[in-house]
């Protein structure tokens, strides 16, 4: 990617993020994946939210993306398909 800028990273460790309204839905994906992987997520109740943390990845200098991407397709105000194509927006 371009335009990365040199600074210390703030993302953390999370590899795996997690798009969905239902807190249930967070702490069932999360305790599976972390008990039986050892895998962290980074948890987003709104497509919003998970724009605005993946924009900051995109510009830390780490290489810290997200590997893997779980999205709830019928959330209000921003479901799974519009998620999906604002992100492909941000990677052109």
Known sequence: RT????SSCTCGQSEIAI???EPFNH???ESILLSNYNLRCE???TGHEMIEAYKRRAI???NCEFKLV???????QMNGFEVVAALNLIND
């Open 27 to 29: 702490l069932a994906l």
């Open 19 to 21: 798009i969905d309204d």
């Open 3 to 6: 335009g990365r800028q040199a």
């Open 43 to 45: 948890s987003f109740y």
């Open 70 to 76: 779980l999205i709830d397709l019928n959330m209000p």
């Open 60 to 62: 830390c200098a780490c």
